[in-house]
């Protein structure tokens, strides 16, 4: 169930989360909506961690081996030869 709120009071000192950590993931949660409604296939908020960006890395560019990368580039140079 989605809910929309015109406004929301966040309180900061809160038992299971803080009010900036519960903002930080509202937002969050906004941007991927506007990011994937876009047509983004995937994205990375800052501050990047380098084990999300090579998670992100592998699902789209896939994981290729060296020979697989040669092979690909010498076959790009054939073709414009």
């Known amino acids: 169930m989605k809910v929309e ?3 929301v ?4 000192p809160m ?3 803080d009010g900036i950590e519960a ?3 509202i937002r969050a949660k906004e941007r991927t909506g506007r990011c994937l409604a876009a047509g983004m296939d995937g994205f990375l908020t800052k501050p990047i961690r380098p084990e999300e960006l090579d998670e992100v ?6 994981e290729r081996s060296a020979e697989d990368q040669e092979a690909a580039l010498l ?5 414009t030869e």
């Open 5 to 7: 709120n015109d406004l």
């Open 15 to 17: 038992p299971e989360i």
């Open 23 to 25: 903002t930080t993931r």
């Open 75 to 79: 076959k790009k140079s054939l073709r």
């Open 9 to 12: 009071l966040m309180d900061v």
């Open 57 to 62: 890395l592998k699902k789209f560019a896939g």
